[in-house]
């Protein structure tokens, strides 16, 4: 099973930037980013497959930018505009069934150890 490793967590005030990282112990062609606030359910973020085509989650559209480097195994997320709502423990995902398709955690099954997210107003 790959094993992932998210980094570049932090806090940050309401209109503020963070860009996250996740390093894969080996290539995967379809790769995403899911968030899990505190009491809620973990939710998908944004997806990218091996042609490049991107999902988003309609919270994130537009504010967010999911992107690959295949040569070094890595996912990474481009967060703008972050709002206060952002604040969640967000983790990387590698090619559960459906990948590109749909943005659902039910399928993945393997997780990394998450990276938190602080957004204040």
């Known amino acids: 099973q790959v094993q992932l490793v998210e980094t570049g967590g932090g806090s940050v005030q309401a209109g503020g930037s963070l860009r996250l990282s996740c390093a894969a112990s080996?290539?995967?062609?379809?790769m995403g980013w899911f968030r899990q606030a505190p009491g809620k359910k973990r939710e998908g973020v944004a997806s990218i497959d091996v042609d490049g085509i991107t999902l988003y989650a309609n919270s994130v559209k537009g504010r967010f930018t999911i992107s690959k480097d295949n040569a070094k195994n890595t996912l990474y997320l481009q967060m703008n505009s972050l709002k206060p709502e952002d604040t969640a423990k967000y983790y990387c995902?590698?090619?559960?069934?459906?990948?590109?398709?749909?943005?659902?955690?039910?399928?993945?099954?393997?997780w990394g150890q998450g990276t938190q997210v602080t957004v204040s107003s």
């Open positions: 995902a590698a090619e559960w069934v459906g990948c590109g398709t749909w943005l659902n955690p039910a399928a993945v099954d393997g």
């Open positions: 080996e290539y995967r062609r379809c």
